[in-house]
């Protein structure tokens, strides 16, 4: 775990877990997955398994940032939150996978601190790689598509709670490949990005098909013969041949937490 469960927002303790080696680590990361992670994605397509998250940290590949009370022993840790991001070095873009608060933890700002931690770890992934972070993104369900009672937290507030949280639809169909073997993929989601955590700026075209070729060549897709990817590669020309407008920036987060 580093940080030494630094830095701190108001009571809560925030870790990132960085060796699953180490038992304690271990220990509390599978807590947080079955007591915050599972019951936030009941969508069984939507879920990756604890053994792929063990596996990209043995690669070096997720950042996984947990809020709570109490981190430093696994057993006693009150677990509050947690947050798992991707970076894709490949193309330099960062997917945030996951986010979940426990119901009786939310509205305490943790979410802002976890999205905020993962992306500036993102960032410096991408900068020691010798690269410059594209982007970051996330998928959310789409209210669209996903009814209200299909998921753990309506899918219209989810939405609304990730544009208040600095995301911002792309306006591309996606289709997330399938997560695990045998497993279908999901048609549900929409794709959204936040502000570059040092610019401010949010996600071009290019961007956007840097994280759909990265996020289909790792799954192990055909992309040339793939209908769902072509079909975002069409959204993307179309979108790069609309007038542009302007993207306004915000500003990157400071130490204060909303």
Partial sequence: ???KFNPRSRKHEVVIIDDIDDPASAKLL??????VYLPAFPIAAERESLEQWCARLKRGKDDIVIVGENLGDPDKA????????????????????YYAVKPDAQGQGIARVMID?????????????????????????????????QDSFDPATRVSVSHRLGAKDIPVSYVQPPLQPGAPKCDGLKLMAYAHPKTGKYPGPDAVRAFMEAMYQSHGVDMANDPDFKKSMDDI??????????DPKIKPPGKKFG
């Fill in 78 to 97: 009150v677990i509050k939150g947690i947050c798992v991001g991707v970076y894709f070095s490949i193309s330099d873009v960062g997917l945030l996978s």
């Fill in 30 to 35: 599978k807590r947080a997955y079955n007591e």
């Fill in 1 to 3: 775990m580093k940080d």
């Fill in 117 to 149: 931690r993962v992306k500036q770890l993102m960032l410096e992934r991408a900068e020691a790689n010798g690269g410059v972070l594209k982007g970051v993104f996330i998928e959310v369900n789409d209210p669209t598509k996903v009814a209200a009672n």
């Fill in 237 to 246: 020309e179309a979108w790069e041949k609309q007038p542009p407008k302007s």
